[in-house]
């Protein structure tokens, strides 16, 4: 439900999308392109940087001369006005960063999931490693904003809580949000890792292009995240994305719908290296896959056969998929990372770009842009620490109405 | 690209938003209840009240005296203060409607679509019907805001102009937004039929409950509408919402796309008629489906075996596609209407609301709700003319933004 605006709402709006232009110019804007790029007034422009100037958000840069006129001194984003930390949970692997204000990573650790520990000991072992990452990082704790945390779905967004996600069987049913802070004494966000991705790329983007686009998450699932108007799009419950029985490849592999051919089971990552002959079952622990996959790669560049047929069907189902979901969303641009695809992309990524074009399903008017995540290896930790840097520093128009009292 | 905000946008904006809420609220909404659901105060609420009183958008209602305290005075939508002209182009019949600023149909008339008419002479056409009904209808032509043309995919947003759509040839390449526009003195709107409707449905509902939601449309072709936080989805040029390719029945029908089973291809009406044995081809004129498909009624009412199968196959199709649509979307609120769901809604909801819980692909954490769509017969025409009233009042955070100069 929409509300009212008054001048209380708009000051606070007009700092914070002051301080985002700020965050997406390394260089720096002067207060003259600031006044221009917002539409403000000089007046109230001066009167927003002195603010985020005094509150440490921002630093006068060196004073440039170029042509005739003012010299001009861009602001600066103080990158180290304040920190956050993402976690990733992932079957194969947690993932701990910490990332400073610019949503620049400045810590990384990870280890495998504990296995068989119970909900209370899982809680405490990330609480622990979040703890000694912000230590590693000299990071001054004060200026922690948050924790957040990428989880695959089902979640349940009001509550916080991992519901059943498959391959995380020790966290069902955990009410995360609340067990993290209350462990950590940090605000925690939890988010599906597709919408925490989506979320750190738009972020980490400086000019906007993602605004309206679509990200396929390739990791021991698949899912799609979607940004529509510069934001994620969560859907009604924060599950947005799951794309996994998406129909591919009629008479393919069964899934456990009953269907054969769904998105998910086609493209697993076990079911790749099962079909290229490198593990003798298409069942294997979560932590086998990561070695496996680099030993897939090593066969795609040796040109084995059976490697260079999986990495094409593997191609031409991305792409089918790829084009039906832009058939429906319009987004024109797609990115595409997760674990899997961080080991694997370089060998699928040809392929990919060179089936985009042949599928025949598509109905869009112009032609399709594909293109690597920007966050790399840290995709869903980066994004999940973005969540937190999200909510408080980006400007919503819905930060301009007048909150409930 | 995101700008700042000051007073002036901020008025224009609450302004908008008290006509908003003033109009979903058929018996009016009195100073004090605005007051309490916009946020803003009793002075702000009182010059804006004033100033939609002054322009003739609001009227006060009757005094209610309703226990004790200060009788309440109701601030009502003045229906009669602005038009709008909605035109639905459709391969089998262009429909006419001028709807008042509540959005009511208050005339509507169609006809069949001038066949092998060249560009000029449909512009003129249409032109000369809307002329016609809005002196009908009796409309001072000064309140008319413009007129909205839904047509289906794909267009192109930037120019206006109809691309092209399969079903309407005589219609490619024009451009249409200006030819009208030139024709009828009036401003034109253009949107693919799927947006409009999505768009008609947002604004014909009072409480909000479709901000996020999806809509599918059943006409010759079918697609879906998108509803993300209040406003339709339009994609990067508009032409989001083709699910026709959506992979549905495998070994199914051929597609044009090369593949058997697309959604579109699936249930088409031209399928079902000929798969119920009455008509003798799969191809028939768009125009000669209407006829065919209320012997279809008929004949599922009378439990016609082949009738009955070609129902529920249907069903289960729909449901299909869905469920799909909603793990992707996580919607839970799905609208469904269009031309050929106003002649078969009524034999196909039993079958799909029975159909929808069985489907095994589903991922959603609540039970989905599929309800018809709230304009019935007129949803991409009165849909087509909420797109210019939607433009003028409805309240949108971006309004809040300082324009660019």
Redesign the interface.
């Known amino acids: ?7 209380p709402a ?1 000051g606070t ?2 700092q914070t ?2 301080l ?1 232009m700020i965050r997406r110019s390394p260089a720096g804007l002067s207060r003259t392109e600031l006044a221009e ?5 000089a007046q ?1 422009l001066g009167n927003v940087a002195r603010r985020l100037a005094a509150e440490g958000f921002v630093v006068e840069g060196h004073r440039v001369v170029a042509g005739p006129g003012k010299p001009r001194t861009p602001l600066q984003l103080n990158r180290t006005a304040r920190y956050a930390v993402g976690i990733h949970l992932d079957p194969a692997v947690d993932t701990f960063v910490v990332v400073d204000l610019s949503g620049g990573v400045i810590a990384h650790t990870e280890r495998p999931p504990a296995e068989g520990a119970d909900a209370p000991e899982l809680i405490a072992a990330l609480a622990r490693d979040a703890d000694a990452l912000l230590r590693s990082a000299d990071v001054p704790l004060a200026r922690v904003l948050g924790i957040g945390v990428a989880a695959p ?2 979640i ?1 967004d009001a509550t916080g809580t991992v ?1 059943t996600p498959p391959l995380l069987p020790s966290w069902h049913h955990t009410r995360l949000r609340e067990q993290l802070a209350r462990a950590t004494g940090h605000p925690v966000v939890l988010e599906k890792d597709v919408v925490a991705a989506m979320v750190g790329e738009l972020w980490a983007e400086a000019d ?1 292009a993602l605004d ?1 686009a679509a990200l396929v998450y390739y990791g021991a699932g698949i899912g ?1 995240g979607m940004a ?4 994620a ?16 490849d ?2 393919g592999q069964e899934c456990s ?6 998105l998910g089971v086609t493209v697993a990552p076990e079911r790749l290296l099962f079909d290229a002959g490198i593990t003798p079952s298409p069942v294997i622990a979560p932590t086998a896959v990561w070695g496996a996959i680099d030993e897939l790669r090593v066969r795609i560049a040796a040109r084995e056969a059976r490697a260079v047929e999986v990495r094409d069907r593997a191609a031409a189902t991305f792409a089918l998929a790829i084009v ?2 832009n ?7 797609f990115v595409i990372g997760g674990p899997v695809w961080n080991r694997l992309g370089r060998e699928l990524k040809p392929a990919l770009d060179a089936a985009l074009p042949t599928v ?2 598509s ?4 032609p399709l842009v594909l293109r690597e995540a920007r966050l790399g290896t840290d995709l869903a930790a980066a994004g999940a620490a973005s969540l937190v840097l999200d909510e408080a520093f980006t ?4 930060d ?6």
């Open positions: 439900m929409k509300r009212g605006s008054n001048m708009v709006y007009n999308l002051v985002d790029r917002t539409g403000l007034s109230t779905g089902p349940d519901l906007h309206d799609l529509v108007d510069g934001e799009v969560r859907g009604r419950t924060g599950n947005a994305g799951d794309i996994g029985h998406l129909l591919v009629p008479g719908c009953g269907s054969r051919g769904c039906l979901l058939n429906l969303l319009d987004a024109e641009t025949r399903q109905t869009a008017t112009r400007a919503r128009a819905s301009l109405m007048i909150g409930l009292s």
